[in-house]
C-alpha cells in the first residue's frame, strides 16, 4: 500500500480551506468548513450538522 500524504490547501470565497490527499483519497478539513459559517465559534455549525436527522441515520447504518 503507498502511504502518500500530500497536503494542500484551496481558497473558497477568499477562504483558505485545508485538504490532505492520502492514496489518492481527499479529505476536507471540516473546521475550516465550519470556520467559514461561523468564525467565532465553528464548533456551532458542526454541532448544529450532528444534530441533522440525516446525519444521525448516516451514522446509524455506517456504525
Do not use: H
Not at 14 to 42: C, F, G, H
Amino acid at each position: 500500500m503507498n502511504n502518500d500524504i500530500i497536503k494542500t490547501e484551496m481558497m473558497v470565497n477568499d477562504q483558505k480551506i485545508n485538504v490532505l490527499r492520502i492514496n489518492n483519497n481527499d479529505y476536507i478539513s471540516l473546521t475550516d468548513l465550519a470556520r467559514y459559517a461561523d468564525n467565532e465559534e465553528p464548533r456551532l455549525p458542526i454541532r448544529d450538522w450532528m444534530r441533522n436527522k440525516d446525519v444521525i441515520s448516516f451514522l446509524g447504518l455506517w456504525e
